[in-house]
């Protein structure tokens, strides 16, 4: 069996680790290439690593912390999982900073992330990433890559964590029950239309059943709307300046708020007026309310675990101009004033390598951010998930290699602020009902204003 490179069994690979002696993988290339003469010059150090909050994860640092230590013994490794979501983790990582006490490298999202940098918190990265192997580089997906870099900077906020992306999770069942046929790569927004509105009915119960649902009106996940009919959210020269009143932009707003209201073919946004409890769509697809979920492959598990009916997953349908999907860019970051910044750095490359992102796959199921492990990710997922053998994960990993179609989400420089204003737009449009798309003309200044409020420069 190989044990510096190659592939391994997950069997033979526990196996092997179990019993390999104390500093024999130190010339192992497993974080990037460092060999063992570099990995002694680091100096001891503890690494606080802020890492997700998921009941998995303990099992997963448990498992890479011991692989990393018999490379550095020099370094241990302290765990950390704040409570929370996006905002939470922010705020609470920010203060824990400010006060001059890490973490030392932390796991956060765009845009969040882009607080911290605008904020002096966040290391540039650009430097260091020079001395990585083209070939690890290219390993990436280059979507997340690119999409770690602050747009019309040289500032690199972070490495890739992992992968969620937006897929159609669609109801086989109701397909057949309306004679409709399934969806496919080649669905444009018209054959989805179509379905939608094939697939909205009243059941025998008296109970309605939508053709779909979005989560249209949140930040993130309308800006494919946006996106694959050739428009932009943020000016891609500008980051405080929006393009969402242009002609394209209003394009596929318009698309999506037609579903919504004209041929109430979307399920509400409002919960409020759900036909199913509980009322979240997660829970509309898996009790037959909903026929298409359009979401991300972080949901998978769950999905997988509820649904009684015949299930599987498509590509997005495409748009006018390209085929766009929310596909994120959560990654790793270090704090500019950490006190351990090499012995930072080798844990950053270590939780960006091949071995880590194969045990990330083994423990927490998602997604890798390294073309090399998704055969790895797809074996495993199918091992763990028995309800997974059926369904088409190659749609996920095609849309991150041939396809190559995943969209990043675009930000203003001052993200908190502005994208108060456009949520708050987005909810009269697509939960309200109150607003058509054209207001994003009207409130434009505000947006603008509130994306330069905040005076962020990153150096």
Same mark, same amino acid.
């Given at each position: 069996?190989?044990?510096?490179?190659?592939?391994?069994?997950?069997?033979?690979?526990?196996?092997?680790?179990?019993?390999?002696?104390?500093?024999?993988?130190?010339?192992?290339?497993?974080?990037?290439?460092?060999?063992?003469?570099?990995?002694?010059?680091?100096?001891?150090?503890?690494?606080?690593?802020?890492?997700?909050?998921?009941?998995?994860?303990?099992?997963?640092?448990?498992?890479?912390?011991?692989?990393?230590?018999?490379?550095?013994?020099?370094?241990?490794?302290?765990?950390?999982?704040?409570?929370?979501?996006?905002?939470?983790?922010?705020?609470?990582?920010?203060?824990?900073?400010?006060?001059?006490?890490?973490?030392?490298?932390?796991?956060?999202?765009?845009?969040?992330?882009?607080?911290?940098?605008?904020?002096?918190?966040?290391?540039?990265?650009?430097?260091?990433?020079?001395?990585?192997?083209?070939?690890?580089?290219?390993?990436?997906?280059?979507?997340?890559?690119?999409?770690?870099?602050?747009?019309?900077?040289?500032?690199?906020?972070?490495?890739?964590?992992?992968?969620?992306?937006?897929?159609?999770?669609?109801?086989?069942?109701?397909?057949?029950?309306?004679?409709?046929?399934?969806?496919?790569?080649?669905?444009?927004?018209?054959?989805?239309?179509?379905?939608?509105?094939?697939?909205?009915?009243?059941?025998?119960?008296?109970?309605?059943?939508?053709?779909?649902?979005?989560?249209?009106?949140?930040?993130?996940?309308?800006?494919?709307?946006?996106?694959?009919?050739?428009?932009?959210?943020?000016?891609?020269?500008?980051?405080?300046?929006?393009?969402?009143?242009?002609?394209?932009?209003?394009?596929?707003?318009?698309?999506?708020?037609?579903?919504?209201?004209?041929?109430?073919?979307?399920?509400?946004?409002?919960?409020?007026?759900?036909?199913?409890?509980?009322?979240?769509?997660?829970?509309?697809?898996?009790?037959?309310?909903? +026929?298409? !979920? =359009?979401?991300?492959?972080?949901?998978?598990? $769950? @999905?997988?675990?509820?649904?009684? /009916?015949?299930?599987?997953?498509?590509?997005?349908?495409?748009?006018?101009?390209?085929?766009?999907?929310?596909?994120?860019?959560?990654?790793?970051?270090?704090?500019?004033?950490?006190?351990?910044?090499?012995?930072?750095?080798?844990?950053?490359?270590?939780?960006?390598?091949? +071995?880590? !992102? =194969?045990?990330?796959?083994?423990?927490?199921? $998602? @997604?890798?951010?390294?073309?090399? /492990?998704?055969?790895?990710?797809?074996?495993?997922?199918?091992?763990?998930?028995?309800?997974?053998?059926?369904?088409?994960?190659?749609?996920?990993?095609?849309?991150?290699?041939?396809?190559?179609?995943?969209?990043?989400?675009?930000?203003?420089?001052?993200?908190?602020?502005?994208?108060?204003?456009?949520?708050?737009?987005?909810?009269?449009?697509?939960?309200?009902?109150?607003?058509?798309?054209?207001?994003?003309?009207?409130?434009?200044?505000?947006?603008?204003?509130?994306?330069?409020?905040?005076?962020?420069?990153?150096?």
């Amino acid at each position: 069996m190989e044990t510096c490179s190659g592939r391994t069994t997950r069997r033979g690979y526990l196996r092997w680790l179990g019993t390999v002696p104390a500093g024999a993988l130190a010339a192992c290339d497993v974080d990037g290439g460092r060999q063992e003469a570099t990995n002694k010059s680091v100096q001891p150090a503890r690494i606080q690593w802020q890492m997700m909050s998921d009941a998995e994860y303990p099992q997963l640092a448990a498992e890479a912390t011991a692989l990393f230590r018999q490379q550095y013994p020099q370094i241990t490794i302290e765990p950390q999982t704040p409570p929370g979501g996006g905002a939470a983790r922010l705020e609470r990582t920010l203060t824990t900073m400010v006060a001059g006490e890490g973490p030392d490298v932390i796991q956060l999202w765009a845009p969040f992330v882009l607080e911290l940098a605008g904020r002096g918190q966040l290391q540039n990265l650009n430097e260091l990433v020079r001395e990585l192997k083209k070939s690890d580089v290219d390993d990436f997906h280059k979507f997340q890559w690119d999409g770690q870099v602050i747009p019309t900077t040289t500032f690199r906020w972070g490495l890739p964590a992992y992968v969620d992306m937006d897929v159609l999770y669609y109801n086989k069942q109701l397909f057949r029950e309306r004679g409709v046929k399934e969806p496919t790569a080649d669905w444009g927004r018209d054959e989805y239309a179509t379905a939608l509105k094939q697939l909205t009915f009243t059941d025998a119960s008296g109970r309605k059943v939508w053709g779909g649902y979005k989560p249209v009106s949140g930040y993130v996940r309308f800006q494919n709307m946006v996106t694959m009919f050739g428009g932009h959210v943020v000016d891609p020269k500008d980051l405080t300046k929006t393009t969402l009143h242009l002609a394209e932009a209003q394009r596929g707003l318009e698309w999506a708020r037609a579903r919504l209201f004209d041929d109430q073919s979307w399920a509400p946004i409002n919960q409020a007026q759900a036909t199913w409890q509980p009322p979240t769509p997660l829970d509309g697809l898996s009790q037959g309310a909903v +026929a298409i !979920y =359009e979401a991300g492959l972080g949901a998978l598990n $769950r @999905i997988a675990q509820g649904m009684q /009916a015949e299930w599987d997953i498509q590509h997005v349908p495409k748009g006018p101009a390209r085929r766009a999907a929310l596909g994120d860019t959560d990654g790793w970051e270090m704090w500019k004033e950490t006190k351990v910044k090499d012995a930072a750095w080798a844990w950053m490359k270590f939780i960006t390598s091949p +071995a880590y !992102y =194969e045990m990330q796959s083994r423990h927490v199921l $998602r @997604i890798p951010s390294r073309r090399s /492990a998704l055969d790895t990710w797809v074996k495993v997922v199918r091992e763990r998930v028995p309800a997974l053998a059926r369904v088409n994960l190659k749609v996920a990993t095609d849309a991150m290699t041939s396809m190559g179609y995943l969209t990043p989400t675009e930000s203003f420089l001052c993200p908190s602020e502005a994208e108060t204003v456009v949520t708050r737009a987005l909810q009269q449009i697509f939960r309200d009902g109150t607003a058509r798309p054209i207001l994003f003309r009207d409130i434009r200044d505000q947006i603008e204003a509130a994306a330069a409020r905040c005076g962020y420069g990153y150096k």
